[in-house]
C-alpha cells in the first residue's frame, strides 16, 4: 500500500525571480486544491484559507495580528502565499493554512507555522547615507524628504526616531506627518518622510490655526536617531543630522521651457545632460524622464542626479545614433514642493476651476551634436 504523503506548512526560498521567501502548503487533498482553485479570483477569501501575519509579543489573540500583504499561487498539489514586500529578517511570523471556512473541508488538518528568516551574517551595522533634497538652503514649503539607509531597515521604528529639529534647538512639534504604514520602498532602504501637508496648504485648518511647518530665515534640521534598528535588529552606526536654511516658497508649476537640454555628439557615448533652474524632486527624477530613439522606444542606458537636484544626465549605453531623439517628461514630475508640469501643490483657490487639461507626456526633441572629429 502507497505511503501517504501529510500535508506540509513551509518556509520556501528562490522560488520567486526575486529570491524573496515565500509560504507554501503541499499534499493537500487534491478536491481542495480544486476548490482553492475556484477562489483564485476571490483572494480574501484564500486570505481566511492561508494567512501569514506579524507575531507582536504584546497580542494575545491570533485574530488581532496584523495580516502580510501579498497574493496567492496555485500549485498542483498545494497553494502558495507570496508576499508584498519580502519578509524583514528578525522579524517574528506566523502562517496558518486553515480549510474550514470552506464549508465541506472542516475535517482537513490545520497547520501553523511560526518563523523569523535569519539576519545577514557578519554585516555592518546600517547608517544614513543620504538625505534629500541634498542642497543647503531649502523652500519654506518643501513637501518631503527622503532618508537612505546603507542597508535593508526595519518597518515600525522610524515615528520614534525621526524629528525635525526647529530654530530653538529641540524638536519642532506637528510638523511631520505621521502615516499609519510608513513609507519605505520595496528594498526598505529609502524611507519617504513628508511634512505636514495640512500646515503647507493655506486657507485649511491646520494651517489657519499653527502656520507653515518651516519659517523663512530659520535654521533646522533633520534628525535621524540612531536606535532606530536595522533588519537585523541593531540600531544605527550612529545619529544623523541634516541642518538647512529655509528660504522663499515656491508656488509655481515646473517651467519645462526654462530647462537647458546640453545634448551629447552623435556616434558617442557623451551624457545628456539637463538643467534645471530649481530643484527636483530626486525620486521622481530616476523615473519620470525618459529618453527614446526614432523608434520611440526608449534608450537603454544609465541616469545620474547630480547634487542640489538641478542636473539630470544620462549616459547611454550604446553610442547615439538616432536622427531625431526626444526626451520624454512624465506629468506626476514633481518640484521639492509637490509643484507640478501643471499646477502649483497649494495653488490660489478658485470659486470656478478651469476644465482639467489633459495631463499627458511632455516631450522635448533635441538635436545630437557632430562628432568632435568629423569635418
Known amino acids: 500500500m502507497p505511503m501517504t504523503l501529510q500535508p506540509a506548512l513551509r518556509v520556501e526560498h528562490e522560488t520567486q525571480p526575486s529570491g524573496a521567501a515565500c509560504i507554501g502548503v503541499y499534499n493537500i487533498d487534491p478536491d481542495l486544491v480544486a476548490a482553492l482553485g475556484k477562489l483564485q479570483r476571490i483572494d480574501h477569501l484564500l486570505q481566511s484559507v492561508l494567512r501569514v501575519s506579524v507575531i507582536d509579543t504584546a497580542m494575545r489573540s491570533g485574530d488581532e495580528l496584523p495580516d502580510v500583504l501579498g497574493h496567492h499561487q496555485l500549485l498542483e498539489a498545494g497553494v502558495?502565499?507570496?508576499?508584498?514586500?519580502?519578509?524583514?529578517?528578525?522579524?517574528?511570523?506566523?502562517?496558518?493554512?486553515?480549510?474550514?471556512?470552506?464549508?465541506r473541508f472542516g475535517h482537513a488538518n490545520v497547520l501553523t507555522l511560526e518563523f523569523s528568516l535569519p539576519g545577514p551574517i557578519g554585516a555592518d551595522a546600517a547608517a544614513v547615507t543620504e538625505a534629500f533634497p541634498s542642497a543647503d538652503v531649502l523652500p519654506e514649503n518643501l513637501l518631503r524628504f527622503y532618508v537612505c539607509f546603507s542597508s535593508p531597515m526595519r518597518r515600525g521604528g522610524a515615528e520614534a526616531q525621526i524629528s525635525l529639529i526647529g530654530p530653538d534647538g529641540r524638536p519642532a512639534h506637528d510638523v511631520l506627518y505621521r502615516p499609519a504604514v510608513e513609507l519605505w520602498d520595496r528594498s526598505m532602504r529609502c524611507l519617504?518622510?513628508?511634512?505636514?501637508?495640512?500646515?503647507?496648504?493655506?486657507?485649511?485648518?491646520?494651517?489657519?490655526?499653527?502656520?507653515?511647518?518651516?519659517?523663512?530665515?530659520?535654521?533646522?534640521?533633520?534628525?535621524?536617531?540612531?536606535?532606530?534598528?536595522?533588519?537585523?535588529?541593531?540600531?544605527?552606526?550612529?545619529?544623523?543630522?541634516?541642518?538647512?536654511?529655509?528660504?522663499?516658497?515656491?508656488?509655481?508649476?515646473?517651467?519645462?521651457?526654462?530647462?537647458?537640454?546640453?545634448?551629447?555628439?552623435?556616434q558617442s557615448y557623451q551624457p545628456l545632460e539637463m538643467v534645471f533652474p530649481r530643484p527636483l524632486d530626486w525620486a521622481l527624477l530616476r523615473r519620470a524622464i525618459m529618453v527614446v530613439g526614432d523608434d520611440e522606444l526608449p534608450v537603454a542606458g544609465r541616469v545620474a542626479i547630480e547634487k542640489g537636484e538641478r542636473r539630470w544626465t544620462f549616459t547611454p549605453d550604446s553610442p547615439w545614433t538616432a536622427t531625431r531623439p526626444a526626451i520624454r517628461v512624465a506629468p506626476y514630475l514633481e518640484d521639492v514642493c509637490g509643484n507640478n508640469l501643471f499646477e502649483a501643490f497649494d495653488g490660489l483657490l478658485r470659486a470656478h476651476r478651469e476644465p482639467t487639461v489633459e495631463r499627458t507626456n511632455y516631450r522635448i526633441r533635441f538635436e545630437l551634436t557632430r562628432p568632435a572629429n568629423s569635418a
Open 80 to 103: 502558495r502565499f507570496v508576499p508584498r514586500f519580502p519578509f524583514e529578517p528578525g522579524v517574528r511570523y506566523r502562517a496558518s493554512f486553515d480549510p474550514r471556512p470552506l464549508g
Open 192 to 266: 519617504t518622510v513628508l511634512l505636514d501637508p495640512g500646515r503647507l496648504k493655506r486657507w485649511v485648518g491646520p494651517n489657519r490655526e499653527l502656520g507653515p511647518p518651516l519659517r523663512m530665515g530659520q535654521r533646522y534640521a533633520l534628525a535621524i536617531g540612531s536606535a532606530m534598528v536595522d533588519s537585523s535588529g541593531r540600531p544605527l552606526r550612529q545619529n544623523f543630522y541634516k541642518p538647512f536654511v529655509v528660504a522663499q516658497a515656491v508656488r509655481e508649476p515646473i517651467a519645462v521651457a526654462h530647462w537647458t537640454v546640453l545634448p551629447p555628439a552623435a
